[in-house]
């Protein structure tokens, strides 16, 4: 029996176990390395919904993880037992126009671990045991910890968002949010080449994380005026999901600038400037998972291009979810929260 946690709604966390999944040709059993609890998760925990996507079923949440490979399929090649592996949460059919044309995360039938996005809901790595297809999967060989591997994913979703940014070298730029994913932001900005990256919280704890993944500079976004923020940046990233951060992106940018949203915002009551967009000739730009990025992410890891490592607040074993969970709602205390089995 392995044990799972699930979300049956608001604030309604539930511990259960499930009996063995059976594993197909291209198959891949995995006994859970670290998972960590993302800002969706959290979502789902505290409200029942994601946005749009609304909890219509028990979700195993869980989308950014890593594990030790226990079986493998009759086909499977890339992967033995005893391996570590990075786990790709994105299941694109690779057959749909926007596969095609090499936008994956954009994907007509993507399935995506731990959302409700669909339903019946995909269900996510917050679980002891779980199978994976082979193409998901990533070896890795390097004496990295498993906790840094499930770091993988929201990596990704930093570099996609700058990727999404265009063009950075030699330029200013504004992230809001010093979060986990704001931070990954940082981190990818810096790989971009940007020349300055401003991290905005109004928290005091993410913006000191902030500077010691990378930030050139911080900011108090709810004590500056509007001459703090006035031509700040050349680009702004908005990895906060909330109204007021995407407000500060439209204060700091400069004319001709483009603005990134990353965040998910509420899924009504936002106005939307288009007024400022169009006189000030802004680019507006949405950047949604990530597709390529989560290798690039891998390798930035594997290599130690990248440091996670000042991200990881705190580990804890699967059969505390609920204490992690309100530990990772808690900014003043945590940024990355993960779940763990032991060994």
């Not at 090649?77 to 299941?91: D, E, F, L, W």
Request: with cysteine; proline share 5%; charged share 20%.
């Amino acid at each position: 029996m392995s044990l799972v946690c699930r979300i049956h709604g608001a604030r309604d966390l539930r511990l259960d176990t499930d009996g063995e999944t059976p594993l197909g040709a291209h198959d891949v059993e995995l006994r859970l390395g670290a998972a960590g609890i993302c800002g969706s998760d959290l979502h789902y925990f505290l409200h029942g919904r994601v946005g749009d996507f609304v909890i219509r079923e028990p979700l195993i949440p869980g989308h950014e993880a890593s594990g030790t490979v226990v079986r493998v399929g009759t086909t499977v090649t890339r992967v033995q037992p005893g391996m570590k592996v990075a786990i790709n949460p994105s299941h694109p059919c690779g057959q749909c126009d926007y596969c095609r044309a090499g936008r994956d995360n954009l994907c007509r039938h993507m399935r995506f671990l731990g959302s409700a996005s669909v339903y019946p809901h995909v269900q996510g790595m917050f679980r002891e045991r779980f199978v994976m297809g082979e193409r998901q999967l990533t070896p890795v060989h390097e004496d990295i910890s498993l906790g840094e591997l499930a770091c993988a994913e929201p990596l990704s979703i930093g570099l996609h968002g700058v990727h999404r940014a265009g063009p950075l070298l030699g330029k200013t730029v504004l992230v809001t949010g010093g979060g986990t994913i704001g931070c990954m932001t940082a981190l990818a900005a810096r790989l971009a080449g940007a020349a300055s990256v401003v991290v905005a919280d109004i928290a005091d704890r993410p913006l000191s994380m902030a500077r010691q993944v990378g930030a050139d500079d911080t900011l108090r976004s709810d004590r500056a005026s509007p001459a703090d923020l006035a031509d700040l940046a050349d680009v702004a990233i908005e990895a906060a999901g909330s109204p007021a951060a995407l407000d500060t992106c439209l204060a700091a940018v400069r004319r001709g600038g483009r603005i990134v949203q990353v965040g998910t915002l509420p899924a009504s009551g936002i106005a939307f400037p288009a007024n400022s967009i169009m006189s000030r000739e802004l680019d507006y730009v949405g950047a949604f998972r990530a597709g390529v990025e989560f290798d690039w992410a891998v390798s930035f890891l594997r290599t130690r291009r990248v440091d996670v490592r000042p991200l990881m607040s705190a580990q804890l074993p699967l059969e505390r979810a609920a204490e992690a969970f309100e530990l990772a709602a808690d900014r003043a205390r945590s940024t990355k929260v993960q779940l763990v089995c032991d060994p």
